[in-house]
């Protein structure tokens, strides 16, 4: 087994250093703060504001500076690594997983179905984030339960026209009649023969859709659903920072950093994990 | 063909029904109303229900539905409640704005993102493959407004070169454009990269088995043709999307776009605008998507619709 | 090989990035904790500073002296703007023209002012001066008489007289007309043409706010109001003609050269409607445009390094406060709760911290740029020791839980503010629950049962009746507060027709409200605003109306 997977990672440069990058963050987020051991939450009104540790005004106590409450950056980075890390991981996956499973509904059985779900879908893309939160809101209350569902019912589609698209373009493949001319389910033949073809783009869908899906945690926070403050994320560290980014760049510039480095790390993996699913280049490597 | 357009069309009527109804009902299931935004913040309960009364609000939502649906059936959106104009006539005038900038963006994502694309395929590992891969990949990641924010501190205050905000002159363009490109370079980028990379490693395969001349290039179209389904999508998604408008971009830009105008809508609870800008989201996605399949059978002839 | 490539430009970009952020101009804001008998001296050499060392001698305080050093040399000369144009942005998104149906603050405040005239207006002492009345004077109780000026013309053409005056009053109540001020003319039963340049004004009952409330009804013409399109296409008699409004893009005016009050100094006006404040603040500060409002209080010193622009710091007549609901049962009924929670709240540091000096603590429950506002409230401290005596003393020694609505937005650094708020409350064991909610769905709370709200009142004219009576008034207070003394008073208030009686009125009605305490009184706001140099004459006011026509452009 262990064996199987060296194998799988040497040499495929993407996935070991998009793997590499992802431990680093996870590890970061989850241990970082049993190890430092500092208050996201606790405020200092006087120290509001303080730049980074190694600009004129910085202190070495608050490496990366303090944001508008005077709360330490590094915790709050942290802390919100969780909650954002954890929540974009979740939501992308909860997105993606109804969004494939649709679309190889619509793609492989046609007609009806895939007009009807299509039509369905386009009407979801079309329709603003902004009213179902508000929507969600009223019903589920505020809160988690409402912004999963939030992001599960805005990000399917697009996984789910992905799909179908790449199954359409498969569906009449010999490959697919042959099986099929040797009696293989329907089921079976979706399983072992299509989704193979369609994993690897749904592989990097997922890392392209995982940063947008951090980012809309602030904006569903600003309608009153998802994280509240004074629980940090970098979702509503990156709001709370907008408005300073001309005059106190490091509240909006770091997690936006850390953002973009998870991100980085999670397209890398999936540029790597791409060419280990990739069913040409499997048969190439057997 | 013709027939599967016909049926695709009134799909597009249907689904606009549909929308026009879920619109309609979410918009007064959502907390808060426009009567509470007309009146002003003093006002006593009893004229906040003189003004849903005035504004009709208080009426049974079928009733409400019926009127807007009749007035649609005459080409009459409705009358925004803020600006007391038609609907149609103010997302008219704001839609020019929207589509020229996700004209151009979309433009210069295609012509730069598949180039590179195709690079980082082939020579996957280079210098210029490598840079341009993360600087996507950070791009792609880049919060809108932190990117637009900072053009506009470096660019325009910084360094003089372009205008802060509007649509007043050519080179409002340039930043606003900017903003919209660099997180859409990733995409593109990506998509053709493994395009290609497939395409590549059929002709590996075709090669190491060496195979006739005439079946490789028949299968080397029928890849390209294959791999070309998923960027296609993506893009014209992307593209979709931009008609609609991106509202961050264009908050912080000051630009005069459809973005804008509805999450505006939707916030002061302008029913009738709100309405017409979905409608209108609503219309052009389902024309796009309609224009993608379509593309489908072009690109690809074994895509078939019954 | 690939690997060390990969790694390097990782390197790189991550280096540009940082870069580029710090390429972002950023006053560096050296702030020295100075504390007992500690001499700290430090002398920045750059461009462009301000140095200045201070001795303290004093035991227990903590001086802070700031250096600011602009990192980045000030904005590029900017072209200069055309000489007779004034270009204005302005935070809110203009809604609509029509000079008597918007309650925004840009419509109230600056739109309406430019297009139209009012019968009475405000100088600077908020005394009354005439507008489009030459004078005034009550007939009796229940009637007042305006002798309007002739030989004014609207910008149409058609002739102001007291037939206009007639109909925009009632064009203004009609509640076919959805006017969100309709409530000025509430008390006004009729209005009845005397002569040509008399009109007569019956109240229901003695209204002493009639004046005050005239000082925001816009005087619209017969025939031209009565189109379609007069929201798009506004007609008056104010110093601006209406140009072109493209929505949510500009608005142009030009001058009139025939107004009443003497022609303005320059041809035309273009508001731009910026919501991002980043973007505002470029704006005005490669001269694109010549005034803004909104300067977030973090941008003011670097804004003042600047040296083609001036900022303006002004109080205005807006108030913030946490209003309770008084109408069920509920630790915060009892008034000894809530001085509590006043005096858990260091509001100074609130003031002088996040909000960065701009605007005060609030000394009572409206605005301390206003007239009646009693300046002899005796303020509360901030005492948590206090505090917590208090609340044990009322029976919650563990204090309690409760949340707090606010409308995400829409007061300056709201966020913040509450955030910190629910911090001092957590000292004496009030558990607060700060609940940011979009603008449209926070309001709404208000009229129903809640915990705490927070929300402020922008008292456009100035006046104690629009400031206290609605709030505090048991039919209409939305916190349902009841004090038959506050009804004694504000009645007397609202029917006395004697300016100097009725301010004495309110200061009485602030002192009880103050000793109740139904709304936690935390800061006035204030405005400040970034002008360029080369507009003359002109500053903000704390009514936020914004008069240009005395303004002018020099380069």
Known sequence: MMARIIGVMRGNFSLVSGTTILVIVLSTVVFGPLILRSDPLSQDLVARLRPPAWAAGGTSDRLLGTDALGRDMVSRLMYGGRVSVALGVVAVTSAGLVGLAIGLMAGYFGGAMDDVIMRIAEIQMAFPLLVLALILMAVFGPGIVSMFVAFTISGWPIFAKITRGIVLSIRHQEFIEAARAIGCGNIRLIIRHVLPNVLPYIVILTALQLSGMILTEAGLSFVGIGIQPPTPSWGNMLGEGRAYLSNAWWLATFPGIALMITVLGANLLSDGLQVVLDPRARRRIR | MSLYLVRRLMQLFVALLGMSIIVFVAMRVAPGDPAERMVSPLATDQELQQMREALGLNKPIYEQYATFLRGVLHGNLGKSLFYNESVLTIVLERLPATLQLALISMTVVVAVGIPLGIYSATHGGSWLDIIARMMAYIGQAMPSFWLAIVLILVFSVGLGIFPTFGRRSLSCFVLPSISLILPRLARVMRFVRSAVLEVMHEDYVRTARAKGLLERSVLYRHTVRNALIPVVTDTWLQFAWLLGGSMIVEVVFAWPGIGALTINAIYSRDYPLAEGCVMLLALIFLLANLLMDLSYAAIDPRVRYR | ?555
């Not at chain 3, 002493?208 to 007609?235: C, K, M």
């Open chain 3, 1 to 555: 090989m690939k690997g060390k490539k990969l790694l390097v430009a990782v390197a790189l970009l991550g280096l540009v990035v940082t870069v580029i952020s710090c390429v972002v101009p950023t006053p560096e804001v050296i702030e020295k904790e100075v504390v007992v008998e500690k001499l700290v001296v430090e002398t920045v050499v750059v461009e462009k500073e301000v140095v200045v060392e201070k001795e303290v001698v004093e035991t227990v305080v903590v001086e802070k002296e700031v250096v600011v050093t602009p990192t980045v040399a000030p904005t590029p000369a900017a072209p200069a703007g055309p000489a007779d144009t004034l270009r204005i942005a302005l935070r809110e998104t203009l809604l609509s023209l029509d000079p008597q149906k918007e309650f925004q603050i840009v419509s109230l405040g600056f739109t309406n002012k430019a297009f139209a005239d009012c019968l009475v207006n405000y100088d600077d002492e908020y005394n009354f001066v005439p507008g489009l009345a030459v004078s005034w004077r009550t007939v009796d109780d229940l009637t007042w008489e305006f002798k309007l000026r002739e030989g004014v013309k609207f910008h149409n053409g058609e002739p102001f007289n007291a037939e206009a005056v007639k109909h925009s009053f009632e064009r203004l109540v009609d509640p076919d007309y959805k006017a969100g001020s309709a409530f000025l003319l509430a008390g006004v039963e009729s209005v009845e043409v005397k002569d040509e340049y008399t009109v007569l004004v019956h109240t229901k009952e003695p209204f002493g706010a009639l004046l005050p409330n005239l000082t925001l009804v816009s005087i619209v013409p017969i025939e031209a109001s009565q189109r379609d399109d007069f929201a798009t296409n506004p007609v008056g008699t104010g110093p601006f003609r209406f140009v072109e409004w493209r929505k949510g893009e500009r608005l142009v005016m030009e001058a009139n050269p025939e107004y009443w009050g003497g022609a303005p100094k320059f041809k035309r006006v273009i508001y731009y409607p910026i919501a991002e404040d980043a973007t505002r603040m470029a704006a005005v500060r490669t001269g694109e445009v010549d005034i803004a409002d909104g300067v977030p209080p973090e941008e003011i010193r670097s804004l003042e390094a600047e040296p083609h622009l001036d900022v303006f710091k002004t109080a205005s007549n807006d108030n913030i406060c946490i209003r309770t609901y008084l109408g069920e049962e509920a630790p915060w009924t009892d008034p000894r709760v809530r001085k509590a929670m006043m005096m858990a709240i260091d509001r100074e540091a609130i003031v002088n911290e996040i909000l960065q000096g701009v605007g005060a603590v609030a000394r009572s429950v409206l605005s301390s740029a206003l007239p009646v506002f009693n300046p002899n409230l005796e303020p509360y401290p901030y005492d948590p020791g206090r505090a917590k005596a208090l609340l044990a003393e009322a029976g919650y020694p563990d204090g309690f839980s409760a949340n707090l609505v606010v409308p995400s937005g829409f007061y300056p650094k709201d966020a913040e503010i509450t955030q910190a708020i629910a911090a001092y409350l957590q000292q004496i064991g009030v558990s607060l629950e700060v609940r940011l909610m979009e603008q449209s769905s926070a309001w709404p709370l208000r009229r129903v049962p809640y915990d705490f709200f927070y929300s402020g009142a922008a008292i456009i004219n100035m006046d104690g009746d629009m400031a206290l009576y609605r709030d505090y008034m048991p039919e209409t207070s939305r916190e349902k507060y009841n004090n038959p003394e506050v009804v004694r008073l504000l009645n007397a208030a609202r029917s006395s027709l004697d300016q100097d009686e009725r301010r004495e009125l309110y200061r009485q009605v602030q002192a009880v409200i103050w000793e109740d305490l139904p709304n936690i009184a935390i800061h006035d706001v204030g405005d400040v605003w970034a002008v360029n140099k080369r507009v003359k004459n002109w500053r903000p006011r704390p009514d936020k109306t914004v008069i240009l026509k005395d303004a002018f452009v020099e380069d």
